[in-house]
């Protein structure tokens, strides 16, 4: 089991920046990727950024070259910055952890934190 806790959400201009965190706790060890996915109002989740065991990481094309995401492994964090931020960005944004167990992947969620960006 991994527990995922995020933080750094909050309400901001458009333009301005933002880093999200997560800290995850339980058995870290079994980690094959982790990273953010997003929510808003009337929309499906969707991945934002994701960065595997190896160090690889993904973006969506939306973000692409305003977000980085990072994770620190002896802490057991991962970071989301967030540049210019947009009206668009606005979503509840979630931690998640694609896990090993036994043979198969299984997800873990954290509680997502809110993020505003207003014009």
């Known amino acids: 089991q991994v527990q995922l806790v995020e933080s750094g959400g909050g309400m901001l201009q458009a333009g301005g920046s933002l880093r999200l965190s997560c800290a995850a706790s339980?058995?870290?060890?079994?980690?094959?990727?982790i990273g953010w996915y997003r929510q808003a109002p009337g929309k499906q989740r969707e991945l934002v950024a994701k960065v595997t065991s190896g160090g690889t990481t993904s973006y969506a094309d939306s973000v692409k070259g305003r977000f980085t995401i990072s994770r620190d492994n002896a802490k057991n964090l991962v970071y989301l910055q967030m540049n210019s931020l947009k009206t668009e960005d606005t979503a509840v944004y979630y931690c998640?952890?694609?896990?090993?167990?036994?043979?198969?992947?299984?997800?873990?969620w954290g509680q997502g934190t809110q993020v505003t960006v207003s014009s």
């Open positions: 339980g058995t870290t060890y079994n980690i094959y990727n």
């Open positions: 998640n952890a694609a896990v090993v167990i036994g043979l198969s992947l299984h997800d873990f």
